[in-house]
């Protein structure tokens, strides 16, 4: 059925009401209607082939992404080895702490037995000192004699 002999033509002329239409005029409608559908057929494959085969900008995205990605991980391995070093440092520096009062112990023990090695001599002196003045090797009567011994014995 054509839309023109229904509703009127559109050079004015009434539509035909018996629904009977110009079979030759139907016909070549037809053909301008498979023909304006086989050019929207084209039309719409034309333009999704060119969509298909254009560039995409994803490329683009992704090289964006790999370099954030990779500056992420650069920025995580420099924390990370910051995080490390400072364990380290602080590791050396106890142990140098560590050394430094296993010296200072050391210093102070030689130091105490220095000192008490000083304090035996020092018995030691004032003990044969004593012993000296308290011993006498002849008894006081015979001192005498000890002298002209001790006198003759240079000689």
Not at 84 to 100: C, I, K, L, P, T
Not at 104 to 129: F, G, I, T
Request: glycine share 8%.
């Amino acid at each position: 059925m054509r839309f023109g002999v229904r509703f009127g033509d559109r050079r004015g002329e009434p539509a035909k009401r018996d629904g009977q239409a110009d079979a030759g005029a139907g016909e070549r409608e037809d053909l301008a209607l498979e023909q304006v559908l086989k050019d929207f057929r084209m039309s719409v494959s034309a333009w999704s082939e060119a969509a298909y085969s254009r560039p995409r900008a994803a490329a683009q995205v992704v090289r964006r992404r790999s370099w954030r990605l990779a500056a992420g991980w650069a920025l995580g391995l420099a924390l990370a080895a910051g995080g490390v070093s400072g364990a380290v440092f602080e590791r050396h520096q106890r142990q140098q702490m560590a050394r430094a009062a296993a010296r200072q112990r050391l210093v102070q023990e030689r130091q105490r037995l220095v000192r008490e090695q000083q304090a035996r001599e020092e018995e030691e002196d004032l003990l044969a000192k004593v012993d000296s003045d308290v011993s006498r090797e002849v008894p006081s009567a015979m001192e005498p004699l000890a002298q002209l011994m001790a006198e003759d014995e240079r000689k």
